[in-house]
């Protein structure tokens, strides 16, 4: 009776190693794919998402909004006078800020949120499913955070404050991507000529008038609740 001397091959690895160096090898290669969609998506000075995704996700929810009859909510924030920051202390000092900021920002979201580095000293945060209520009172958040909360290292102590605009998309608006974040940065604007370090909203008047139902205040608190104990 014959002897079969080939080796028997590990169940798994094509070659019959023990440690299969094409599973390594797929590993590795998943990773690095993993790493560069990351590159692609995020803003490598704050961590947030760049204005790539910013565009790709909002028009995704604009689509949700047609299906599920939920509004999207978008917010538009931006550095009041942070020309000054850059010219008094350098640019360095101004990328430190803008840190600071991003990492406030996040602080104030609820985990369903998008926020986003929108570019240069402004700063966006999509909110899927929010109706503009919530959405002024996120905004709100924001504001007073960043106004209460100095930049503070070894030589400087910055009071910072931001200026917001808000807009809102509903499924019965016939209105593009370009649109609706237009939309928002003429409410910016507006802030900004009101004087600065505020929010604006076209409707805000009638908004604040408005009361808020319990059940809205509850979505929003308790996830922020939730957020802050993780």
Do not use: W
Not at 119 to 148: D, H, M, Y
Not at 190 to 202: C, S
Request: net charge negative.
């Amino acid at each position: 009776m014959g002897t079969n001397n080939t080796p028997e091959k590990i169940s798994g690895c094509p070659l019959g190693n023990a440690s299969c160096p094409i599973d390594e090898t797929i590993a590795a290669l998943k990773q690095e794919i993993q790493q560069l969609k990351q590159q692609v998506s995020t803003d490598p000075l704050t961590g947030l998402f760049n204005v790539r995704h910013l565009r790709f996700t909002l028009e995704q929810e604009m689509e949700r909004t047609y299906r599920s009859h939920q509004p999207t909510t978008f917010i538009i924030l931006d550095v009041d006078h942070f020309k000054r920051v850059n010219d008094n202390y350098g640019h360095v000092v101004g990328d430190k800020v803008l840190i600071h900021l991003a990492s406030l920002i996040k602080t104030e979201v609820r985990k369903i949120d998008i926020p986003c580095r929108y570019g240069g000293e402004e700063f966006a945060v999509i909110l899927p499913s929010t109706p503009i209520l919530i959405g002024i009172q996120v905004a709100e958040r924001i504001r007073k955070k960043i106004e209460e909360t100095p930049f503070i290292d070894h030589e400087h102590n910055l009071a910072i404050t931001i200026s917001a605009g808000i807009d809102s998309f509903t499924r019965k608006q016939n209105r593009s991507l370009d649109d609706f974040i237009d939309g928002a940065d003429q409410q910016l604007y507006k802030a900004k000529q009101l004087g600065r370090n505020r929010i604006h909203h076209a409707s805000e008047k009638a908004a604040i008038k408005s009361e808020v139902t319990q059940s809205e205040k509850d979505a929003l608190f308790n996830q922020l609740s939730d957020d802050s104990e993780e």
